[in-house]
């Protein structure tokens, strides 16, 4: 553990004098329904797609026929039905591999970028969002909120073991620039938003 | 430990990159573009120069307290069921990452981008050992490939035309022949890679902030390449230099803001992932390390640097760096502050750095933490000066200069001297001997200079 002490000394020998942390400014919040349209606006920019919907019918309705056209779909919010239980903490990334579309329970979302909070709470697996070929996320309108200020004032990121903020489809631009959509995790991103 | 070849010097390898013109006046034009994407977006928002100032007092803060930071973090980590190592230096960082795959009988990992590995040359070392190790972004996986070190650290492939990387997945991937298509090639790294992540041991990532209040670490892609690993692997190792720690989660907000509008021009990156504990069944590995970073915090005129978030910002602004490309830079962290991050771990090889720059400033004015890049790398050409690394060409030069401008009578002569010699015997000039010839046409020498002008107009 020599290394340890060698170098928590050599900092506290060469780190400057204590600089005073600065205090963080209050960003105001702006109204619901400009978030709601900065989200939607965003959210499309990147490459999602925004459902707007009052109830949980539709999406129930969405759920039944991927599964009804033969898709591998996993649910894993209790609205639309009683979650898949298949799949849990110990499913081996083969399985999930197989995996089309995935239902799931978006925390919070965040105007300014259209990244929606979700964490080990809402997800029977951490790999789940990733591995699935499309995503579905699920938000609440009245969780949507104007910056990322905001979001961490709403979350704990500490709360679970994991979360994140997800924000489109999975893609790059790493050939000559060229956007692509679907690099390694969901090559799709649909967005439900329930008023 | 691989050995360090001898670098080309900047010049000479920037000379060998420009020789095509139209590669090198479509990198530039490239990498302006993601410039300008950053300046559209970042207009958007009306804080964004406070935002700037915020991250930067945040880092000093931090870097004021990092032992104590660095300290609650272990802590908070280790109470989150985290096994935290602490490196000297790349040879520790190396050792330690094989001391857990030896223990666990690894024999395949993945890895998403992490110039932190890179610096310490971890994928040369682990394939001397035996083990598997795959680049899994998918620039990453391309020059990986081709054996060449990624030449951005946001965008490792950036150097690259499609023609390129269509050869080299055809080579290695058997995809079709003289296929260009981008969505072709990224759907067959798509496959290759996904059997990848579900073979692997162990997954290892990068760290882009590490909060002392919680013990957790955020990593940030586009791809979804990190969290494939990790969730994946039962086996997660997250490297971390010791400088990306913040104190808060709070002050995440303020940095996911300042991160990709700085580098992509993109809100957010697509996952921000927050690691605090491992799943069910699974190990977690943090590495916290040195390699030069203390000596760095001891230097005053260069401490700033520490504060670099790695969102190449500088990188796409330089003039220099998009017409010399990132290879010409010899290091894993090329551009601006690569310039000035590398003479301190190494003095002698990477004293050319600093002076391929402009030294035009634009590289501080995007900064998103307000680093004063070229500044310090004016600094760095000073202290390099004085330690006796500047090339014997250019000390030769200073002192002649330092002669010529101690004497007005002999600054004169040589002022005329000169003037009359491009004017009678341009040969003498214009040929490639003379460095300041190359790549440019020599001015044309007026007969008399602006003192003589001076004092001929004075009195009117």
Known sequence: MSSREDILKAISQNKPALVESPAMPVYPDSDQTSVLEQFIQTAELIGSKVIQLKDWQEIILEFENAKANGKFVVNTISEIGTPDVSIDEMSSSVDLEKIDLSFVRGQLGVAENSAIWVDDSNLPNRLLPFICQHLVLVVEAKTLVATMHQAYEKINTFKTGWGAFIAGPSKTADIEQSLVIGAHGARSLVIYILS | ?460
């Not at chain 2, 095509?20 to 300008?36: M, Q």
């Not at chain 2, 640097?305 to 790695?310: A, D, G, H, V, W």
């Not at chain 2, 969102?311 to 010899?330: D, I, K």
């Not at chain 2, 003379?434 to 790549?439: E, I, T």
């Open chain 2, 1 to 460: 430990m691989e050995k360090f070849l001898k670098p080309v010097e900047h010049a000479v390898a920037a000379e060998k990159f420009i020789s095509d013109e139209a590669r090198t006046n479509w990198h530039d034009e490239t990498l302006w573009f993601v410039r300008a994407k950053r300046d559209k977006i970042v207009h958007k928002l009306p804080e964004w120069e406070s935002l700037r100032e915020l991250g930067s007092q945040i880092k000093n803060h931090a870097l004021s307290n990092l032992d104590t930071y660095l300290l609650a973090f272990e802590k908070n980590a280790q109470a989150n069921g985290v096994k935290v190592h602490w490196a000297a230096d790349a040879k520790e960082h190396n050792e330690i990452i094989l001391e857990i795959a030896r223990k666990n009988n690894v024999k395949k990992i993945v890895k998403s981008k992490s110039m932190l590995t890179e610096e310490c040359h971890l994928n040369p070392f682990l394939i001397s050992k035996g083990i598997e190790v795959v680049d899994t972004d998918l620039g990453e996986r391309i020059v990986q490939f081709r054996n060449e070190p990624p030449s951005h650290i946001v965008l490792p492939a950036i150097h690259l035309k499609k023609q390129d990387v269509s050869d080299t997945f055809h080579e290695h991937l058997h995809t079709e022949k003289g296929n260009n298509d981008p969505q072709y090639l990224t759907e067959a790294a798509r496959q290759h890679l996904r059997n990848k992540f579900i073979e692997a041991d162990l997954s290892i990532t990068g760290v882009n902030f590490a909060v002392a209040e919680t013990g957790g670490f955020v990593v940030c892609t586009n791809e979804g390449n990190a969290d494939m690993g990790a969730h994946a692997a039962k086996i997660h190792i997250a490297c971390m230099g010791f400088e990306k720690i913040i104190p808060k989660a709070e002050h995440l907000s303020v940095f996911l803001r300042l991160l990709t509008r700085s580098a992509t021009g993109q809100p957010i990156t697509t996952y921000s992932s927050h690691f605090h504990r491992p799943r069910k069944g699974q190990e977690m590995h943090i590495v916290i390390v040195d390699n030069g970073r203390s000596k760095q915090l001891g230097r005053e005129d260069f401490r700033n640097s520490l504060k670099c978030i790695r969102c190449a910002a500088c990188f796409n602004t330089c003039p220099v760096y998009r017409r010399s490309g990132g290879h010409s830079y010899h290091n894993a962290t090329a551009g601006p502050i690569g310039s000035i991050l590398n003479p301190n771990i190494n003095m002698r090889e990477n004293a050319d750095l600093p002076f391929a720059s402009t030294l035009c400033g634009s590289c501080t004015n995007v900064c998103p933490v307000k680093i004063n890049i070229h500044e310090q790398l004016w600094k760095w050409r000073q202290v390099l000066t004085e330690e006796g690394y500047a090339s014997s060409g250019k000390t030769a030069g200073m002192k002649g200069m330092a002669f010529v401008l101690s004497y007005p009578k002999v600054f004169r002569f040589a002022g005329k001297a000169g003037r009359w010699i491009i004017r009678m015997f341009p040969g003498l000039v214009n040929n490639t001997l003379n460095p300041w010839y190359k790549q440019r046409e020599m001015p044309v020498a007026p007969k008399h200079s602006f003192r003589d002008w001076y004092i001929k107009n004075k009195k009117a």
